[in-house]
């Protein structure tokens, strides 16, 4: 009796867990579809103009960023002139002004202690003014230097217009990398790379063409 009432349970759970699996099944089997065709099941269609305003917007920082590594180039290429072309006249230099060894040497040494002494100041100057703007300031400051120096070549404007070009120097050095991780922070690398790359062509071509524009220009 016993044995014959358990195999009456069992067949009455048997159709029971059989129905349960195939409401699961085809649950499951509609899940899927609607995954795969939503639009069939009812679902909308997904609106394009979020993806284009996104696609606008991507274009518009992509030439936004381009225009920000020009710029960054540019000032990379005249942060090291005021360095490079001293040296190569020293000679014209010290038979225009009349300064010794150690007045030629506190002249090309200006710039790299204005570097060293704002490296401090010029983050925290850049934050509180605006990095973009300070560098635009650097930038004249650079401009103004180099006018001084081409303009005169008296003692007082020589050094004068190393400190000035000195504290563009250390300016526009401190904050540009700041500006780089902000603007395109998926090109470290590159807009790294053209940074140097100007800065070091800057350099070279102050060194090259300072005599020969000297001579040119009779100064």
């Known amino acids: 009796m016993r044995l014959r009432g358990a195999d009456r349970r069992r067949g009455e759970e048997a159709p029971r867990t059989s129905t349960v699996r195939l409401r699961t099944w085809c649950r499951g089997a509609s899940r899927g579809a609607a995954r795969r065709h939503p639009v069939l099941f009812g679902a909308q269609e997904p609106d394009p103009l979020p993806r284009m305003v ?3 917007t991507m274009r518009r920082r992509g030439d936004s960023g381009t225009a920000v590594v020009v710029a960054l180039a540019v000032v990379a290429f005249n ?4 360095l490079t072309g001293i040296p190569t006249i020293v000679g014209d230099v010290r038979a ?3 300064l010794g060894v150690v007045g030629i ?3 090309t040494t200006l710039p ?3 570097m060293g002494a704002l490296a401090v100041v010029v983050p925290g100057a850049g934050a509180r ?3 973009s703007r300070a560098v635009w300031l650097a930038t004249g400051l650079l401009a103004l230097g180099m006018a001084l120096r081409a303009g005169g ?3 007082a404007v020589l050094f004068a217009s190393a400190l000035i070009c000195g504290v563009g120097i250390a300016m526009a050095g401190g904050l540009v990398p700041g500006i780089v991780r902000d603007q395109r922070p998926d090109r470290l690398g590159l807009v790294t790379g053209v940074w140097t790359a100007s800065m070091s062509v800057g350099a070279a071509l102050a060194a090259a063409l300072t005599v020969p524009l ?3 220009l009779g100064s």
């Open 54 to 56: 996104k696609d606008r």
């Open 79 to 82: 942060l090291r002139t005021p």
């Open 96 to 98: 225009s002004t009349g």
């Open 105 to 107: 040497g506190v002249l």
């Open 112 to 114: 790299v202690l204005c």
């Open 129 to 131: 003014f605006g990095a």
């Open 153 to 155: 070549a008296t003692p």
């Open 214 to 216: 000297t001579e040119w």
